[in-house]
């Protein structure tokens, strides 16, 4: 497998007139940190919603070039973007929790993808894998806008995980 685990080349996106990437050309080591750094308005955002293909769905977006994933283009014609979406997840800046509890947002997209196997040892791993499980152990059917902004931070990524 390559060392290179995301890439871009050539990668233009507009929308409608207005251009917001130009001939991006960038490469994400795999099991690295990255960090995209720069003004308001420069395209980091735009660039992030190139990889799990969230641009499909703004009206007016349209993206030339590439974007590999593990050597593949996940802009091919024969890519499902769902599949696509499933492997490459987004956490944003702000969190964004949905207004369900503490559990059923980790169980959330589990349950409603088929998942079969044991749910709460999903829930309990993902929020562990979070760094989180500790302080919401006793507290999982509590409402998870009540926690405090870094653990809704981190209760999204449990549920991404």
């Not at 207004?99 to 040892?121: C, H, M, Q, T």
């Not at 499980?133 to 902004?149: I, P």
């Not at 809704?152 to 549920?159: N, P, S, T």
Request: aromatic share 8%; with cysteine; charged share 25%.
């Amino acid at each position: 497998m390559s060392e290179i685990a995301l890439e871009t080349q050539g990668l233009r996106v507009h929308y409608g007139d207005t251009l917001a990437l130009y001939d991006s050309d960038l490469q994400f080591p795999r099991n690295k940190v990255t960090a995209i750094i720069g003004p308001s308005g420069c395209g980091k955002s735009t660039l992030l919603r190139c990889f799990n293909r969230m641009n499909d769905d703004i009206p007016g977006a349209k993206i030339n070039g590439q974007v590999l994933f593990n050597e593949m283009n996940i802009y091919d014609a024969d890519i499902d973007p769902t599949d696509i979406r499933f492997r490459i997840g987004m956490v944003f800046q702000k969190p964004n929790p949905f207004p369900k509890s503490i559990y059923d947002n980790v169980a959330f997209g589990p349950r409603i993808n088929g998942f079969r196997l044991d749910i709460d040892e999903l829930v309990e791993d993902s929020l562990r894998r979070a760094a989180l499980w500790d302080e919401v152990k006793d507290r999982l059917k509590d409402r998870a806008t009540n926690l405090s902004g870094g653990q809704q931070q981190r209760l999204c990524i449990a549920r991404a995980l």
